[in-house]
């Protein structure tokens, strides 16, 4: 659980996945501009987390990413 996390695909139900596996276990990504990432992967996620705790629903899209990468410089 320390150092595995999944992303799941757009349209995949998150909300129950997050029942299912927590929280801490998945992380959001869209896999733009690859035709199984869709144009609007978010709107289908959101379409999923209805009644998920709102610090649930940071963490998939923000948090457990930068908890499971810690302090790793970004380039650009």
Not at 56 to 62: C, I, K, M, N
């Amino acid at each position: 659980r320390e150092r595995v996390r999944f992303a799941p695909f757009a349209g995949e139900p998150v909300g129950w996945l997050i029942e299912q596996l927590g929280p801490e276990m998945l992380c959001f990504a869209s896999d733009y501009p690859h035709p199984e990432g869709s144009s609007d992967p978010i709107r289908k996620f959101e379409s999923t987390m209805e009644g998920v705790d709102p610090t649930a629903v940071e963490a998939f899209y923000a948090g457990n990413v930068e908890r499971f990468l810690g302090d790793v410089p970004v380039t650009i």
